[in-house]
């Protein structure tokens, strides 16, 4: 079934690391994405000066190509990206494509941020948009998100219930995650009588803008197996941007009719075909969850189950570890905040700890086998990949 | 962009000095698709004629939320009272595209009573504003003892 071989040539992630993520006053956003380098590359039992060509960036927190300062100056290309929510998925692709095109024979990418406390407040000039829209409070992304679920629950029968659990779930997954930044289980009744937001999400069902670092190293197969890596392989790595009639944040109108299309959904369908794998082949996923309504809907966006059926795969408990397809095993975004530009790398590395049977409390039982990572964000970009373990 | 038109249309015919409020946008002289704010080029054919279009304005709340936190200032610019939980949402308009739009209900900001609403565009500027019927009633201006 899964096959490197369909792949034009197989890469292999060798190394994955991060900083600590959630709230570091004392270092910046590039010292984060040092530390996740370092981790990454001691992770590959490599060193810097091994790496031949490397791609990262943030969203607010430096170029990524100055970070050889601290790292050594080797002399390699360092592209910097520059890609919201798909920052890390995008330099994943561009190190990934380096592998397979022979340009080179071991890639790095990373990803990093250091937000400022409360939501985001991006310009409207920026996003193409009158000023208006600033001036009448329309640039905040929470609205976009609740506008979303609102009419999805109206759609599909999910109940507020499950929006509580959803959350709860990554409180509890990231009070067993050493690395998360919020470690205290929820329950239920906590998450669902926290202050209201943006109707019908509470406080406690968003992520918050946050901090971290990290980092992944791939490597072709040849020189993977020279390094006796402790390799999974990667047999996707899709990035998509949005298509016609989709629903996306800052948006001053949906144009077209009928059910909005998905981003989430075009990168998914690519990154199954293009791995030879299909959704329900998937024993470990992460799947964004800006708020607990975004992973309740990503779940089908990314074919693991039909539109509403979330309403009894969360009842059932089917995306607890342990559960038919754990999600988020590491507490999601809920629990280690959203760093943009490292949120796309840090579910990598969950999926690779999870792949090597490394992630200690929070392990999926029974080997794992195949992995699959979702990032969605504005203006509408989705980043999927799909890994396999090799044992 | 949202303009007021420069001879916009009177629903009853009486008034002649109060300008009615319009949203500006444009279709899509290949495929039809319509466009708001108005565009230079199609979404969904990549055509780049466009012609303008005078969008309707009434139409069904497809979705909505209450901003129940005051936005980061800049850009938001509060009332002079202050900030107040407002909604904001999406109107499904007969013209084929579902417009962002701030929202007015009676016991402002009334979450239930906008789902599925009915609403009638109040203000283009500086973003679109519609309001439910019973708004439009508490409100009407010049109606002297209708206001509730």
Known sequence: ??????????????????????RQPDLTGRQMAVQAIRAALDDAGIAWSDVEVAFGGSDGSGLADTLVADLGLTGIPFTNVKNGCATGGSALVAAVNAIRSGTAEI????????????????????????????????????????????????????????LAAVAAKAFRNGAINPNAWRREALTDEAVAAAPMVND???????????????????????????????????????????GFGSFEVFAPSIQGQGTPSSVSSDAARAAFESAGVTPADIDVAQLQDTEAGAEIMHLAECGFCEHGEQEEWIASAATEIGGRLPVNTDGGC???????????????????????????ERQVPASPRLGFTHVYGAPGVSACTVLEAVR | ?????????????????????????????????????????????????????????????????????????????????????????????????????????????????????????????????FATREWLAAHSAGAEGSRR
Not at chain 1, 134 to 158: P, S
Not at chain 2, 3 to 20: A, F, H, I, L, N
Request: with cysteine; proline share 8%; charged share 20%.
């Open chain 1, 1 to 22: 079934m899964s096959t490197a071989s369909q792949s034009p040539s197989p890469v292999a992630i060798i190394g994955a690391g991060l900083s600590k993520f959630g």
């Open chain 1, 107 to 162: 890639a790095l990418a990373v990803g990093f941020d250091k937000h400022p406390r409360g939501a985001f407040d991006p310009r409207p000039e920026d996003w193409g948009l009158p000023a208006g829209y600033g001036e009448a409070g329309l640039m905040v992304t929470t609205q976009f998100f609740a506008i979303k679920i609102a009419r999805y629950m109206q759609e599909h029968g999910i109940s507020e219930r499950t």
């Open chain 1, 200 to 242: 019908p999400l509470t406080q406690f069902m968003f992520c918050s803008p946050g901090e971290g670092g990290a980092a992944i190293v791939v490597a072709s197969a040849a020189a993977a197996q020279r390094l006796g890596a402790r390799q999974v392989r990667l047999l996707s790595a899709v990035t998509r941007t949005r």
């Open chain 1, 334 to 360: 809920i629990a280690n905040g959203e760093p943009i530009g490292a949120s796309g790398l840090r579910q990598v590395h969950e999926i690779v700890t999870q792949l090597r049977g490394e992630a200690g």
């Open chain 2, 1 to 129: 962009m949202s303009v007021e038109t420069s001879t916009p249309e009177q629903s009853g015919g009486t008034d002649r000095t109060r300008s009615v409020p319009s949203l500006r946008g444009s279709r899509c002289t290949s495929c039809a698709n319509v466009a708001f704010p108005a565009a230079v080029g199609c979404q969904r054919c990549g055509s780049r004629e466009t012609t303008s279009l005078e969008l309707a304005r009434d139409g069904v709340v497809w979705a909505h939320t209450v901003q129940r936190f005051a936005p980061k200032s800049p850009p938001y610019v509060p009332p002079a009272e202050g900030f107040q939980p407002f909604a904001v949402g999406y109107v499904e308009l007969r013209d084929g595209i579902r417009v962002e739009a701030l929202l007015e209900s009676v016991d402002h900001p009334n979450y239930d009573a906008l789902t599925g609403a009915t609403v009638t565009l109040v203000a283009s500027e500086p973003v679109p504003r």
